[in-house]
């Protein structure tokens, strides 16, 4: 069977992982050297001449990726931002202008705005759930965008997006479509195959899994892309270390299985705090009540284990519930197996306040994870018994 046409969690084990042939170790040794001895002057022994260029560890790790979302390149960086920061690079010049959500990571506007904007790159935020209002906002300002930026679920407001529709009316206007994956993971969902021309991962969350890493990804099929990116990767430098490569390798082996206890645990965590006093509104694309509820059971495969709640009695409510925890951890970060809080105001989205991208200050996120649901529920109900 070509390994196209075998299940994710048969690539996800094997894809890039060929056994040791000296010894037959099932694990592929961890290749820490910074330089490659050469057999004469620009004779390379096996195609490595130094650590920022290739490293047979993270050369794994990015066939791995590559074959979990269904591109033909990967690229591994330092962080997910860093991965932003280097597609954005190859792909834009001063001048260039990318259309994003209105409910973009607050870090990601960050770059676009605040470093890349002092570059010369134009940014314009508009909902993508409008699509007249995207089209319009990619053919305006003078030239067409030449970026489409959507995150989708979108962190932390949970909104979904037809990557079809958007990829339609990226590529009519010339421009490409980048979408931010990092809230389904490839296992719940493959951009590339519904028309995106670009996919980008903090591998830090779920596909590292554990809370003990730090990257980022993209995956590419086209090969002048993959030129670019590779491109600018080498010359930068923003690489992930070989370390960093080997922690989130094993991580993504058990992302299917992780993702399937995620969904699980999310989707009745969010079922029980439907209706529960105090609570303004869950968010959460598996509740049939939510907008892109039906759009997701079409382009996910599960619903993940992400949930926003707003709360009726606002900012005080909020932190109250989000210190109050004991199992759900207050952190930044999401993705890993132990459940983590966050009051995206104040943390992972402090950067966007006082713009349009503000996160409302009744939400607190959860990241759900893999313990068992029932004490994460008995978790949430003492701590929002003071509602």
Known sequence: MSETNQGFNTRAVHAGQEFEPRTGAVVPPLHFSSTYAQEGIGGLRSGYEYGRG??????????????????????SF?????????????????????????DAYGGTYRLISRVLGGWGIRNQPVDMAALDDVRDAVAAGGSAARLVWVETPSNPLMKVTDISALASIAH?????????????????????????????????????????????????????????IGFVQF???????????????????TLGVRMERHSDNA????EWLVGRPGIEKVLYPGLPEHPGHELAARQMRRFGGMISVQF???????????ESTRLFTLAESLGG??????????????????????????????????????DLIGDLDSAMSHL
Do not use: W
């Not at 997910?80 to 959500?101: F, H, K, N, Q, S």
């Not at 996919?199 to 969350?205: G, Y």
């Not at 370390?243 to 094993?250: E, K, S, Y």
């Not at 009726?312 to 989000?322: C, D, F, L, P």
């Open 337 to 374: 197996i132990e459940s983590l809080m966050n009051y995206p105001s104040e943390m992972t989205h402090a950067s966007v306040k006082g713009t349009e991208l503000a996160v409302p200050e009744n939400l607190i996120r959860l990241s759900v994870g893999i313990e068992d649901a029932e």
């Open 235 to 253: 010359a930068v430098g923003a690489v992930s270390g070989p370390m960093d490569a080997f922690l989130t390798t094993r991580g993504l082996k």
């Open 312 to 322: 009726s009695g606002g900012e005080a409510a909020a932190r109250k519930v989000a």
């Open 54 to 75: 290739g490293n047979p560890t993270r050369d794994a790790l990015q066939e791995q990726l590559a074959a979990l979302e269904g591109g033909k390149h990967a690229f």
């Open 172 to 228: 009519d206007a010339g421009a490409l479509l980048v979408v931010d994956n990092t809230f389904a993971s490839p296992y719940l969902q493959n951009p590339l195959a519904l028309g995106a021309d670009i996919v980008v991962h903090s591998t830090t969350k779920y596909i590292g899994g554990h809370s003990d890493v730090v990257g980022g990804a993209v995956v590419v099929n086209d090969d002048e892309l993959a030129g670019k």
């Open 267 to 270: 989707q009745k965590i969010a």
């Open 78 to 102: 330092g962080s997910g931002l860093a991965a932003e920061d280097g597609l954005i690079r190859a792909l834009c010049t001063p001048g260039d202008r990318i259309v994003l959500g209105n």
